[in-house]
């Protein structure tokens, strides 16, 4: 899978031979150096056996300290999960992916779609169903949004609103012209994300001028609010966000 981005992501030579004398921090802050264009993200999965993951990782228990590592997570880029219609029919998502990409480095994006082609030209999508990797990439997220302008968005909206962990970062965009409709979707997920969403409420504008929302989207965007934190993800007793882990993983990768 392909993430879009102008970030800079810190030099993993330095990681792998870091000692148990230096932080986190001090590493990052001298090893930084800029990468921009893409990173292949879906090579993530075939990593953690091997033998040099697994020698970053144990030398990154080792090393780390927790305070080090929050410091570290707050100056990764926020990652936004954008789901949207088929770009064949629906441009929208693409338009917000350039102006974000062009007007805010500090924010990261990428799909799903791009993912699942890299896994099915592997060969190995037999037991992985769409749904699946997309929860499973939402997890890594900061923000989940959501153009709800298909019947497969209306399928993703529902599904990601059932979910305890997702709900709290989801930000639909619906139709301005549906606002006011009773439907099962306004009453139902829209209404159920609003009430517990971190970036709610729900976003309701003109899908035919759909840049003239991000006033809206960078005021939720903007908002500080705590990566997900669960006992589920740990590294030794200390627990980290599945974001924080990510980068980690981005790191190793680019050696």
Not at 46 to 73: D, G, Q, T, V
Not at 110 to 131: K, M, P, Q
Not at 200 to 212: D, K, N, Q, R, S
């Amino acid at each position: 899978m392909l993430l879009s981005s102008g970030w800079c992501l810190a030099n993993s030579y330095g990681l792998l031979g870091i000692s148990t004398q230096v932080s986190l921090v001090s590493f990052i802050d001298t090893r930084l150096t800029c990468v921009s264009g893409t990173l292949v993200w879906a090579l993530i999965v075939m990593w953690f056996k091997h033998p040099r993951y697994l020698r970053a990782k144990e030398n990154f228990i080792s090393s780390f300290f927790p305070s080090n590592l929050n410091s570290f997570n707050n100056i990764l880029p926020k990652v936004l999960f954008i789901c949207g219609g088929d770009e064949t029919y629906c441009s929208n998502r693409g338009m917000l992916e350039k102006y974000i990409a062009k007007h805010h480095k500090e924010f990261v994006t990428f799909r799903a779609e791009l993912a699942w082609e890299v896994i099915s030209n592997l060969g190995t999508h037999s037991n992985v169903n769409a749904l699946s990797l997309e929860e499973w990439l939402a997890d890594f997220s900061d923000v989940v949004i959501i153009l709800v302008e298909s019947y497969g968005t209306v399928a993703e909206l529902g599904a990601f609103s059932l979910s305890p962990v997702l709900r709290k970062k989801l930000l639909p965009i619906l139709d301005k012209k549906f606002e006011t409709h009773k439907s099962f979707i306004n009453t139902g997920p829209v209404k159920w994300v609003d009430s517990e969403s971190k970036f709610g409420p729900t976003i309701y504008t003109e899908f035919e001028t759909i840049l003239t929302c991000m006033p809206k989207i960078n005021e939720r965007l903007n908002r500080k609010v705590q990566s997900n934190i669960t006992n589920a993800n740990s590294i030794g007793d200390y627990k980290y966000s599945p974001k924080i882990f990510l980068f980690f993983v981005l790191v190793v990768i680019s050696s």
